[in-house]
């Protein structure tokens, strides 16, 4: 192959490999309110592409999981899209980390990796 063809499939190679659409993302709504975390265990699957959509039905409450590195305030009428690592097998804890009243700490709720 002459050098000329062998860039042109190159650059070829590289046009078609940015092009590429990613995976499209499972949506799993999420709710908070005092003092529930709905649905109360998640479950993905390792390497899926995932986001939550987070809201709240009455005062502003956190989105957290420590152990992945996400503590998101998620205010009324402003939901809140929040993409997942899920590249590790296992079981998180999701908690409120904005304290919401006297039931706050019964607030939680778990990730399952499997």
Known sequence: MK????CLACVCLLFCACNQQPASARHIPV??????????????????????DVS?????????????GI???IPPGKPAQIPLKTDAK????????IICGAGHDDMQAKLVVQ
């Not at 050098?3 to 062998?6: A, E, K, R």
């Not at 709710?31 to 939550?52: C, D, F, H, S, W």
């Not at 296992?90 to 980390?97: A, D, H, R």
């Open 90 to 97: 296992g079981e998180y804890k999701i908690e409120c980390s």
């Open 3 to 6: 050098p000329i063809q062998c």
């Open 56 to 68: 709240t039905r009455d005062v502003e409450h956190g989105f957290q999981i420590e152990q992945l």
């Open 31 to 52: 709710t908070m309110r005092k003092y529930a975390i709905e649905p109360n265990v998640i479950q993905v699957k390792k390497g899926e592409n995932v986001v939550l």
């Open 71 to 73: 503590n998101e305030p």
